[in-house]
């Protein structure tokens, strides 16, 4: 029996290799979702059309552009509006049979928690087997650090699974590749129209919610008892030079425009010699390596008329303190 409550939303963006095998995950759901919707960015009919053929329960929604991340996954909100819980993925992710049941309990269960998430595996066997052999599987993210210095990583990514993050808790931000959001704080967090800030197009969209939604007063949860597996395109610690430009330069933008919409006066000032210290050295690494990255600074100018307006929207309706919201830079 399907739950009522429930849609999954899947963002794809040319990934049709594995989109079958995320949609065959969700179909094996112990708690199945009553809607599954794919929203294919700058869709190819030829291609999307056998997996709908072949997933006939499945809502296909074909754009003609590409909305990026945060455009797609504002479609798919708004198309399940009436739905309490959206788990949204990523198409290169396989969920354990158990991963939405779980975390469906768990949001319900804890009132004022407005996200979670489970453990996310990297599904990549030849670097599970250089790293550690057959022992253990290789982590992907337990969710988001955040540093004072404003750096975000996935917790525990590259690292072993040998049960350093089995306990349930509370967590900066949850990684958006797998995550249950609650209806009721994505219409909480909601600024002119938009859950995620589409002005990020892609990438560390899934921070800025959650920090948003930590600044109005909501958590976000790990719970390691769903598992799924992901396939990432690039993992932390390997060539920069490798990672495709559009990604660094909207990772670079989207960076500086979180800090200008959620950042806390009284944060900066405790934390700005952290703060400046990596913007020197990004900005050095910058000069020296990857000039053509200039463009993501340069065109913050465009950005910051809406950044502050959202700025101003979000201080407004903040509930947290600061020291609140500052127990997560470590």
Known sequence: ?????????????????????????????????????????????????????????VQILSMQDNLGY?????????????????LLLNPDVVLDHRYLEELV?????????????????????????????????IL???????????????????????????????????????VLY???????????????????????????????AQLFGWTALYHPAATARHLRGWRRGENRR?????RKYHSLKNHYLMMIKNELPALLRRDCLSILGLGVCAMAYVSLAEPALWRSVLDLKQYWPRARHKRDIIMARRRASSDQIGRWFV
């Not at 704080?185 to 129209?193: A, F, K, Q, S, Y």
């Not at 197009?201 to 948003?212: P, Q, S, V």
Request: aromatic share 8%; glycine share 10%.
């Open 1 to 57: 029996m399907t739950d009522p409550r429930v849609a999954v939303g899947i963002v794809n963006y040319g990934d049709y290799r594995h989109l079958p095998a995320c949609l065959d995950s969700v179909k094996r759901q112990t708690l199945p979702p009553e809607r599954i919707i794919v929203l294919d960015n700058h869709s190819y009919a030829d291609k999307i059309g056998p997996i709908g053929r072949a997933y006939p329960g």
């Open 140 to 178: 992907d993210s337990t969710g988001h650090v955040i540093f004072r210095t404003r750096r975000v990583i996935d917790r525990g990514h590259g690292e072993p699974d040998v049960d350093q993050y089995d306990r349930p808790e509370e967590i900066f931000s949850v990684c958006g590749a797998a």
């Open 70 to 86: 945060g455009g797609g996954a504002n479609h798919i909100i708004r198309e399940a509006d009436r739905h309490e819980d959206i």
């Open 242 to 246: 490798r990672v495709p430009w559009l």
């Open 182 to 212: 609650r209806r009721s704080m994505l219409e909480d967090v909601r600024i002119d129209g938009e859950y995620f800030d589409e002005d990020f197009f892609a990438y560390k969209e899934d921070i800025d919610i959650c920090w948003r």
């Open 105 to 137: 309990r768990v949001i319900e269960s804890t009132p004022g928690a407005g996200v979670t998430g489970g453990k996310l595996l990297l599904d990549d066997s030849p670097v599970a087997s250089e790293l550690c052999g057959d022992a253990s599987p």
